[in-house]
């Protein structure tokens, strides 16, 4: 038997344009929650930004939120925290760094309810946030990631 554990990034810039959101929406994540759903023996973590979840709300898309919240509740998806608007944290300073993990949490936490979302993930990215880079980076580095 082979055990595979997924974990599955969901971000889209606050700019993001509607139109690219709607098809992002009708052509990754909806058929995403759909195949979830119809294999209830399967397991994935998703980490998902709270300004993407904002803009699924507000952009007429909340039948995304409500099934990745169904998919919690069932035990299927494990939500994990991140920083709200997807900076690279040890690039901005710590306390930028720790306001954006606990307004993602509380952002999350409203549109996916209680539960093990973020626990321990933003631990470790607090941590990341101490671990700066080296002051000679090289050309490039920040835009990998």
């Not at 509740?73 to 991140?82: A, I, K």
């Not at 996916?112 to 470790?124: E, K, L, Q, T, V």
Request: net charge positive; with cysteine.
């Amino acid at each position: 038997m082979i055990h595979w554990a997924l974990l599955l990034h969901f971000y889209q810039p606050p700019t993001q344009i509607p139109s690219v959101l709607r098809r992002i929406c009708d052509e990754s994540y909806r058929p995403l929650l759909r195949v979830l759903r119809d294999h209830p023996r399967a397991r994935v973590t998703v980490n998902v930004c709270g300004c993407l979840a904002e803009m699924l709300h507000d952009h007429g898309h909340a039948d995304v939120i409500e099934g990745l919240r169904a998919l919690a509740e069932r035990g299927q998806v494990e939500l994990t925290g991140t920083a709200k608007f997807h900076p690279i944290l040890p690039l901005i300073p710590p306390t930028e760094a720790r306001h954006q993990i606990v307004q993602n949490r509380k952002t999350n936490k409203f549109f996916f309810g209680p539960g093990p979302a973020d626990r321990g993930s933003s631990r470790r990215s607090w941590r990341a946030v101490r671990t700066r880079l080296p002051s000679s980076r090289r050309p490039g580095i920040a835009g990998c990631c």
